[in-house]
């Protein structure tokens, strides 16, 4: 396991990320409006299949989320569920989009921290080594999130064409890719969330430890679901 932790008191950093998350944007826009319009057709099998049991841990379903919600995030697919073992749980979220042609781009879960009342605290990246339990590392975006005195460590990635990208800039640079090569802009999202007990000291180093567990138990599961 490989973790990388960064401040987010960086203002300039900031500014910087935003300004070339932009431009990606205005390139993303420009090339899939010119790209063709009929994508290749993939095979993929639906989110309401995905085990409600794997291993010990065994979900529940959230609600389903309001039109609003679902307007803004333009998902074709998703998945929102709480999934409990022993002493343990976790949240899992996945969202997926048949075409990000149409303006529907993959939105990174900062966007909706604000609104709901969390504030990033840290941010970094974390290295999962053998995630699928055949030798792949993956490296994800770790986040230690605040409302309150309530905090969650938040692991999320993207996940297109049997690729894992921590970075939102690459992902734009290989969606507009894909669309060129492959003629496809089919993506997800992939979140796991783990609280951090009001008492803990360890800069969320038992959540960390739960949630890399759990994404070793569901990684595998994954290309069914989210086409290579």
Not at 26 to 40: D, H, I, P, Q, W
Not at 112 to 120: N, V
Request: charged content about 20%; hydrophobic content about 40%.
């Amino acid at each position: 396991m490989k973790l990388v932790r960064r401040s987010l008191g960086e203002g300039g950093h900031m500014l910087t990320r935003a300004a070339v998350l932009c431009l990606m944007l205005g390139a993303t826009t420009v090339v899939l409006a010119n790209a063709r319009s009929s994508e290749t057709t993939v095979t993929r099998t639906s989110f309401a299949s995905f085990p409600m049991t794997i291993g010990a841990w065994q979900a529940s379903v959230d609600p389903p989320l309001e039109d609003s919600i679902l307007k803004v995030l333009g998902v074709d697919d998703y998945l929102s569920r709480i999934y409990y073992r022993p002493g343990a749980a976790v949240g899992f979220f996945m969202g997926y989009y048949a075409s990000q042609r149409q303006g529907d781009t993959i939105h990174s879960p900062l966007n909706c921290l604000p609104g709901a009342g969390w504030e990033p605290v840290s941010q970094g990246r974390l290295t999962i080594a053998d995630a699928d339990g055949a030798g792949r590392d993956i490296t994800v975006n770790r986040y230690i999130v605040k409302k309150g005195l309530d905090r969650q460590l938040v692991l999320y990635w993207y996940q297109s064409h049997g690729r894992v990208v921590a970075s939102e800039y690459w992902s734009r640079a290989f969606l507009i890719n894909d669309a060129i090569r492959l003629n496809r802009t089919d993506g997800s999202l992939v979140r796991v969330i783990a609280p951090i007990p009001l008492n803990a000291d360890d800069d969320g180093a038992a959540a960390e430890k739960l949630a890399e567990e759990f994404v070793r138990v569901i990684f595998p599961l994954l290309p069914t679901y989210l086409p290579n």
